[in-house]
């Protein structure tokens, strides 16, 4: 074909909006016995899919949130495994496949925070922060892929060959003093996201995170001990002037893992109220 012909390339976009929106998909979600994990897994499971809970430790947590699914009619199985150990994370794959038959959402949203100065953090809070953080993201990624190719894409199912997300935090762009660790790791999660995304687009496998400001989850609640600590401390880094609720996250994870998002590769979204705009600029010019 001549340089100056035109071509119209084919429309290989997928319909519109089917409710629910995950019907008939399988979700694996890490760290889903609480918080932002156990809403997302919630979230799936109202969009249809079922769904493999994996936690550490908190045991009950975990048997809550595959009551709170089995209650929407889906299935779910609860699996306990160290995202950071490589033994663990790979068996609880083969129990999602065994359970559910294929993966076509993987969330890596397990993490710890260990908090201390620089000159007084030891090896082992970095290193733990960086192992579950940041290598255990890398483990499940890999995993994930791994299931991804060997499945193929089933359009009956969704046009991607499988979509990652990867929870981050608006720390991977804001710096945080007395957290240098867990910054670290989350910086270094946004590289990785991207290198995955731009590797795996062309099978149609959607790599991207979710990077939420200040959510009401308990580690957060703890740390508003009055109606002045919200409004003066929380609220004056949150431009919207409210505090994040789990679904305002869920509801964005649940939309970013549908075909709604198909043209979405290697993003990161900020669901942080406007923290990111630099909210120490308002009123100051
Ligand atoms: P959370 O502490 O309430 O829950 C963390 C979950 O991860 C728990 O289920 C815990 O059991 C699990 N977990 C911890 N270590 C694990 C390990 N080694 N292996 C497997 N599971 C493990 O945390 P959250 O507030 O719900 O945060 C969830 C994600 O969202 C994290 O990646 C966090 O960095 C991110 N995030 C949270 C906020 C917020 O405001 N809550 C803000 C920005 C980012």
């Known amino acids: 074909m001549s340089a100056d012909q035109n071509y119209t390339p084919p429309n290989d976009m997928p319909p519109g909006p089917i409710y629910p929106m995950l019907a008939g998909q399988k979700a694996l979600v890490t760290g889903a016995s609480k918080g932002l994990g156990q809403a997302m897994a919630i979230g799936f499971a109202e969009a249809g899919a079922d769904v493999l809970v994996n936690y550490r430790g908190d ?3 975990a048997e809550d949130t595959v009551q709170m699914i089995e209650k929407l009619g889906r299935k779910a199985v609860a699996f306990e495994a160290d995202v950071a150990s490589e033994e663990q994370t790979q068996a609880m794959f083969r129990c999602m496949i065994e359970t ?65 997300i990867l929870i981050s935090s608006v720390h991977d762009i ?34 991207n ?59 990161t979204i900020y669901p942080d109220g406007g923290m990111l705009l630099y909210p120490g600029f308002i009123g100051a010019g």
């Open 59 to 61: 045991r009950a947590g």
């Open 100 to 164: 559910f038959g294929r993966m076509d959402i993987c969330v890596s949203n397990a993490a710890v925070q260990m908090n201390a100065p620089v000159d007084e953090m030891t090896l082992e809070q970095w290193q733990r922060v960086i192992d579950v953080n940041l290598t255990g993201t890398f483990l499940c990624a890999r995993e994930a892929i791994r299931q991804f190719k060997k499945q193929g894409v089933d359009r009956s199912i969704s046009y991607s060959m499988g979509k990652l």
């Open 174 to 207: 804001i710096p945080w003093e007395g957290h240098a660790n867990y910054a670290a790791a989350k910086g270094g999660m946004m590289l990785f996201m991207k290198s995955l995304a731009q590797e795996v687009a062309h099978l149609r496998i959607r790599v």
């Open 209 to 267: 995170s979710i990077a939420p400001g200040a959510i009401r989850t308990p580690m957060n609640v703890e740390k508003i001990t009055s109606p002045e600590i919200y409004q003066q401390q929380l609220l004056n880094l949150i431009p919207c002037k409210r505090i994040g609720e789990p679904e305002d996250v869920s509801r964005l994870a649940v939309w970013l893992a549908s075909d709604q998002a198909d043209y979405i590769h290697g993003s």
